[in-house]
């Protein structure tokens, strides 16, 4: 498909190949900051996106504290 994918403040645990393009007959790229892969691989092509590319604004989070973030707020949370 040609996409441009932009992977920030990210981790990644127990996966082999954390970021990759294939099954399409135009490869994507992937532009990657702030991403823990865990030992796992990026086998994707570098992309050129950056986060001035983007239309609007956001906070990114931090690689370091996603985690404790989302382990903290995911799953089943409704208390009665």
Not at 20 to 31: A, V, Y
């Amino acid at each position: 498909m040609g996409a441009e994918v932009l992977v920030e403040s990210t981790v990644f645990e127990n996966a082999k190949k954390a970021l990759i393009s294939k099954d399409s007959k135009t490869t994507g790229n992937i532009s990657v900051n702030d991403v823990d892969l865990g030992g796992s691989t990026n086998d994707a092509p570098k992309g050129s996106i950056s986060k001035s590319d983007i239309p609007y604004e956001y906070t990114l989070l931090g690689a370091s504290a996603v985690k404790s973030a989302v382990v903290g707020a995911a799953g089943q949370t409704l208390e009665l």
